[in-house]
């Protein structure tokens, strides 16, 4: 199983006194590590060099902490199954960037449930560590045309017919998630220990009629 290899890269992890940075998430994160699903993926050759570079000029120690085609559910269930090891929680200048939640709307999940999830995953994390958090909102999606026909029914529009775009959800997840970092999450843990942060934008096209396109699918991390 590939959650028990990173349960050992975690209890195995020295950050050599420098600032320890943990990567929470699916497969955009795990392509970090050059894999999917713990298996060597060629689109993801190139990456770890990247990090390891990224690593070594901003003087951080990085744990990846992911893997492709989880959910917000997944991601809970690692963290509370041994990969949050007592070691890291502990570290005190530990910071967690969490990026979840794509494939639970992709897999036909409301906005509503799946930001409950986040929520969770960010409780979590948050009340069972020292660190910081830098919960990122949802990265666009351009697969509705070929994926959203699947999910209806149930999830079909008033008419009855599928969907065209996974974007309004994705919208009102990152719109949940910037109200609840904000007023909850900095309520109970402080100002200084959560962050919200929306990369999306540029890799949205203008989306008009001449461009079908919704998402810049070259500079997407996980193609």
């Known amino acids: ?19 320890p940075v943990i990567f929470l998430g699916d497969s955009i994160t795990e392509s970090w590590l050059g894999t999917s699903g713990g298996i060597e993926s060629a689109r993801t050759n190139g990456v770890p060099a990247v990090l390891d570079q990224w690593a070594a000029t901003a003087g951080f120690a990085p744990l990846v902490l992911a893997i492709s085609g989880d959910q917000t559910q997944h991601l809970l269930h690692r963290l509370a199954d041994g990969e949050l090891t007592p070691a890291v929680a502990a570290m005190t200048n ?9 494939n639970n709307i992709g ?8 930001v409950e999830g986040v ?15 830098l919960l990122l909102g949802l990265l666009p999606r351009g697969d509705g045309s070929r994926k959203l026909h699947r999910l209806c029914p149930p999830r079909c529009s008033d008419d009855g017919t599928p969907f065209s775009s996974f974007m309004p959800a994705v919208d009102k997840v990152n719109d949940a998630l910037r109200e609840f970092v904000g007023p909850e999450l900095k309520g109970i843990y402080g100002e200084s220990r959560v962050r919200y942060v929306d990369c999306g ?21 996980d193609r």
């Open 1 to 19: 199983k590939f959650h028990a290899h990173l349960v050992h890269s975690a209890n195995g992890f020295q950050a050599a006194g420098k600032p």
């Open 94 to 102: 530990a910071t967690f960037i969490m990026m979840i939640g794509t």
């Open 107 to 114: 897999r036909g999940h409301l906005p509503g449930p799946t």
């Open 119 to 133: 929520r969770a995953v960010a409780n979590y994390t948050l009340a069972h560590t020292k660190g910081r958090l």
């Open 201 to 221: 934008s540029p890799f949205r096209t203008n989306g008009g009629p001449e461009n079908k396109e919704e998402v810049k699918v070259e500079l997407m991390p």
